[in-house]
């Protein structure tokens, strides 16, 4: 059987090298390195004001550990024919309400679907990892099993070399836990087979060292795209997801994850040695099923915020219909149970019928969405860029947002985008947009799903 299947993947890399032989595309290994040579052969920071980012999704949005920013790294946009890959490094002060490209020496090769983390240490450091880069066609993909590190305030790139990581993936997720860099799951997809990831690693901040975490109990099934925060106390709690799998030979049916656990340390654990990985329940107006949501923690308070979405249903073999969401929750992880609640903006109707699908296209309401950024700062949270489908085109955004999360009175629209004029109720629906039940979750863990959901 070995045999057979490397003889079968041996054939299948011929022919996906000879087709793109045909378009005339150079190996996206190739690519890549170049891409990387470049970044490195730069000798000096460049920094320059900008308006706005481009049309971006799956990009990283985190706040700067220390400054009154937000950090945005990364990111993709297909434009209808090609796709475009991002490294860009961008700062937004939210005082002066202005844009900054960094364009700093030896950075990372072009990627979307990666993880960031803003850290404190050595006056602030911005760390990523893997990530995957897609060849203009699309007809080639490269994951990354890569870590890098950004010296905020020396404003230099420098590539992590250290053993024992995680594999290359994308759709993973990592966070800061007592001076770690903790990250699960994810995936990976060479075109003819993928795999998705539910393995566990901490990075030290301290010795610069990966390790696999040992852990006990009920753990996560494999799965990428989820929502993963950390607890002030060393707990890390990991929400939904998405996966696939064949069903038959040219059929893969996607699925949905609805389900919470928690990863605990054992008692007396101080290094990431042993953990405990446990199936909670959720309480209060949980989220509808979805994938593709954004999510930003509240430093300091176990709770963490949660924008947007789509779901994917399915309607035989080719046929899907998407629903996106533009509506808030927050997850209050200081409760026994974890417990939703569903954040009322009350300039925001609770349905998206035709007329009022038109009316928030003209307000500043942010417009249901996917793969957007989310962050928090000084009691306000940010949405930037994402996707949103109208029939069977793809739009990717690039409006932004701002929302007093102490009033929560209004949405505030910081850069408008005239792409949403042309949005209407065909691609953007919110009928299931929330729920008033406050009982304990009983409801399945999956949703079936055939989208590509991954990140």
Not at 110 to 124: I, L, P, Q
Request: some cysteine; charged content about 25%; overall charge negative.
């Amino acid at each position: 059987i070995e045999k057979a299947t490397a003889k079968r993947e041996k054939k299948i890399a011929q022919r996906i090298k000879k087709d793109i032989g045909k378009i005339g595309e150079p190996e996206v290994s190739t690519i890549v390195a170049h891409i990387e040579a470049k970044n490195k052969a730069k000798v000096k920071v460049v920094e320059t004001k900008i308006d706005n980012p481009s049309r971006r999704s799956n990009f990283s949005f985190v706040p700067h550990p220390d400054k009154d920013e937000i950090i945005l790294f990364g990111g993709e946009f297909h434009n209808g024919k090609n796709t475009i890959m991002y490294n860009d490094l961008i700062f937004y002060n939210i005082s002066h309400n202005t844009w900054t490209l960094v364009d700093a020496p030896g950075a990372p090769p072009s990627r979307s679907s990666h993880s960031a983390v803003s850290v404190a240490v050595d006056n602030g450091q911005l760390w990523i990892f893997g990530g995957e880069f897609a060849s203009p066609s699309e007809y080639q993909f490269y994951h990354y099993n890569d870590l890098w590190v950004f010296s905020l305030k020396n404003r230099n790139w420098t590539k992590v070399m250290a053993e024992g990581g995680p594999c290359a993936r994308s759709g993973h997720r990592m966070v800061l836990s007592k001076r770690h860099l903790v990250l699960f799951g994810g995936f990976q997809d060479n075109t003819h087979n993928y795999q998705y990831f539910n393995d566990l690693y901490a990075f030290s901040l301290a010795d610069y060292k990966w390790k696999t975490i040992k852990t006990s109990g009920q753990a996560p099934s494999p799965r990428s795209g989820c929502q993963m925060f950390a607890m002030e106390d060393g707990r890390i709690i990991v929400y939904g997801g998405y996966y696939k799998e064949k069903v038959k030979k040219d059929y893969d049916k996607g699925t949905i994850l609805i389900d919470m656990f928690m990863l605990t340390p054992e008692k007396g654990d101080t290094d990431f040695s042993n953990y405990r990985w446990s199936k909670v329940k959720q309480a209060g107006s949980l989220p509808t099923a979805r994938c593709s949501l954004s999510g930003s923690p509240i430093t300091g308070h176990n709770k963490a915020y949660l924008f947007g979405g789509v779901y994917d249903e399915e309607h035989g073999e080719d046929d899907l219909t998407s629903t996106f969401y533009n509506d808030l929750y927050m997850l209050d992880m200081e409760q026994n149970t974890p417990t939703w609640r569903l954040i009322s903006v009350k300039e925001q109707p609770n349905k998206l019928d035709s007329e009022v699908a038109q009316c928030l296209v003209n307000s500043e309401t942010p417009t249901p969405r996917s793969h957007s950024g989310l962050a928090f700062k000084h009691n306000t949270l940010f949405v930037y860029g994402g996707l949103v489908e109208k029939g069977s085109k793809s739009l990717t955004l690039n409006d932004f947002y701002s929302l007093d999360t102490k009033k929560l009175k209004k949405w505030n629209m910081i850069c408008s985008d005239d792409i949403l004029k042309t949005v209407t109720s065909d691609c953007s629906s919110d009928d299931s947009m929330s729920t008033d039940d406050s009982s304990e979750s009983d409801e399945s863990d999956e949703s079936s799903s055939d989208g590509q959901m991954d990140t």
